[in-house]
């Protein structure tokens, strides 16, 4: 029996309107000895055998995806690697004469997965909830939008890179709306924030504002 909690949403368009979603109340990992035995009991081969068929597996896929492809399991889903500069290396700019990043720069940061539809099947079949007796942890109310952005820029006035965990530490947000809340501060053109990297290598960096947004800033002005 699984358990869930109501987490309540941060209220990023300031509407008074407080909004939950259910979340699980607890995840831990299931490590590979223990989904071997499992496999194990239902099939006719040894679980060491199914432990050195899935690192194998792990290794072949890494193979695949150093090529630039994705790998699809079907029940389970698609693996497609995703690229990030390298840290301190600033972003490449538009235009003849411009610099640009060579392949010493770029690495893959993450893997991303889409999980297969017979997966979220089999999983809902599968699934018993029941809610969890304890109420959820909420964000800290400290620091308004506003201070909170404030904190992030002087931050970065002071740091090359922001990441969540240092963003949760300033502010007290809890993960999901510490994340949410930088990434929407990220995609805002006057935040003086830009987005660098996908996944869990996502990261917060200064944003350059380049002449063209300046001139077009003062008009605004």
């Given at each position: 029996m699984a358990r869930y909690i109501m987490e309540e949403m941060p209220d990023m368009q300031k509407t008074g309107k407080r909004i939950t979603y259910p979340k699980f109340a607890q995840i831990d990992n299931a490590s590979i000895k223990e989904l071997a035995k499992r496999v194990s009991d239902v099939s006719g081969f040894s679980?060491?055998?199914?432990?050195?068929?899935?690192?194998?597996?792990?290794?072949?896929?890494?193979?695949?995806?150093?090529?630039?492809?994705?790998?699809?399991?079907?029940?389970?889903?698609?693996?497609?690697?995703?690229?990030?500069?390298?840290?301190?290396?600033?972003?490449?700019?538009?235009?003849?004469?411009?610099?640009?990043?060579?392949?010493?720069?770029?690495?893959?940061?993450?893997?991303?997965?889409?999980?297969?539809?017979?997966?979220?099947?089999?999983?809902?079949?599968?699934?018993?909830?029941?809610?969890?007796?304890?109420?959820?942890?909420?964000?800290?109310?400290?620091?308004?939008?506003?201070?909170?952005?404030?904190?992030?820029?002087?931050?970065?006035e002071e740091h090359s890179f922001l990441t969540v965990h240092e963003y949760r530490k300033m502010t007290g947000l809890l993960q999901t709306a510490a994340t949410k809340e930088l990434k929407q501060w990220g995609t805002l053109p006057d935040s003086g924030i830009d987005i660098a990297g996908r996944g869990s290598h996502r990261i917060y960096i200064k944003k350059i504002v380049t002449t063209e947004e300046t001139v077009e800033q003062d008009e605004r002005s």
């Open positions: 679980a060491g055998n199914i432990e050195g068929v899935l690192l194998q597996t792990a290794i072949e896929m890494a193979h695949l995806m150093a090529g630039g492809r994705s790998v699809k399991i079907d029940g389970i889903g698609t693996f497609t690697p995703s690229l990030i500069l390298g840290r301190d290396k600033e972003r490449e700019e538009v235009g003849e004469g411009k610099e640009h990043r060579n392949a010493q720069s770029i690495f893959v940061g993450g893997v991303n997965f889409r999980v297969d539809r017979t997966m979220l099947r089999n999983i809902n079949e599968r699934c018993r909830l029941e809610r969890a007796p304890w109420k959820p942890q909420r964000s800290s109310q400290k620091f308004t939008p506003e201070q909170r952005l404030a904190l992030a820029v002087k931050y970065l």
